[in-house]
């Protein structure tokens, strides 16, 4: 038969290889691991995830084997599990972020842990079938999203992850599970009628079921062609008149993926990851560092920091609706406010975990910075990670103006988290629901992935 793009996404599932995986893939996807597992844990600590984890125990719980973020008594069944882990990786908006933007670790992860508690003994995939499974996830996704200029830039329609998530969470679950190339086939085409889920449902309590929803329904498209179940085989290809996987972007030209030979280059090979060093939206970590800049020039203009000096704050941004929300009411409005993550910098001198509190948010000298915002979009700052800068502009009482502006912060893919900042960041987060020497034993665990034995161990 003719190869199709969907065939060829197929093959490439069934085919690919752990000696596939370079150096450099392994230890970024690793990295990627860790910080996923980190801020699912404290994520387990959110309204949200509370939730979702009564829904879900009250739900049915008929094959309890998984294990639960930050609940080492509870188990769920495990489609349940990956949804319920899935929420609390996004609970706070601290997940990693790729380009073409997406959340890519919180949809395929969650998965791939329950999945490999729910497999008997017998078939327990190693730690290096686990690492294969979740770079076939993570490319699966970075494919696709690469068959759109839309997908390129901050969305507007679809939250990207429960879109593309769904499909890498059904391609990962289909490696770990060892499914035939049509197995593979019908898997992605039974996650595309399940996926998507619209922008409007941001910086509310309803974004981190995308995540969850994302890594639980591919997980589920998986066994469901494991059990024979069928789907279009052409659901990945641009069909006219009769949309596929095309239906959830306007603009969509698919390409084939190779089947791997002797080697293979995978996308995390040539574009890195951005991990987040403060729980909110990626676009606010390039106001943050802009303000923290212009807020240390202000220190030195004035000798500390003086609100009253300040006679207006100028904030250049990109054009993006649901990111420019000048005064936020709400933990997760406050996550996705360019104002709020800008002005919160200012005042404090940092962004972290207690920022965003009703105490915080609320506060009377916060809300006197944000009524001095100033928002201008220039026509350079294009609403895309990979080009967008932040610009801080005080304007002073005194005339003098004082300008802060990053166009790469640290954490961005082209200026990737060090090894120690890394695992400050998971230490941190995992050290509010576990002791110091799990933390350790899952530092070490991620580390030395490709040689454990039993991959549910993790």
Known sequence: PEETVTSSFASFIHAVRPEHLSKTVRHRSKRMILDSIGVGLVGSTTHVFDIA??????LYSSVAVSSVYGKPGIKLSPTLAAFTNGVATHSMDFDDTWHPATHPSGAVLPALLAASQMLPPSTKPNGMDFLLAFNVGLEVQGRLMHFSSEAHNIPKRFHPPSVVGTMGSAAATAKLLSLST???AHALGIAASLAGAPMANAATQAKPLHIGNATRLGFEAALLAARGMEANPLILDDIPGCSGFSAFYSVYQPKPLSTPSDHHE???EKQDIAFKRFPAHLGMHWVVDAALSVRNLFINYAGSFSPSLIRTIVLKIPVSKYINRPFPSSEHQARHSFQFNACTALLDGEVGLSSFTESSIHRQELRELLDKVVVEHPE???ANFDKMYGEVAL????GDVLTGKCDTFYGHWRKPLSKESLLKKFRSNASHVLPE??????????????????????
């Open 53 to 58: 984890l009564q829904y879900c125990r009250e």
């Open 182 to 184: 049509a197995q593979c």
């Open 266 to 268: 995978f996308l995390l």
């Open 380 to 382: 350079d700052n294009v």
């Open 395 to 398: 304007l002073l009482h005194s």
């Open 437 to 458: 020497e799990k933390i350790e034993t899952i530092i070490s665990t991620v580390d030395n992935l490709e040689n454990l034995s039993d991959g549910s161990q993790l």
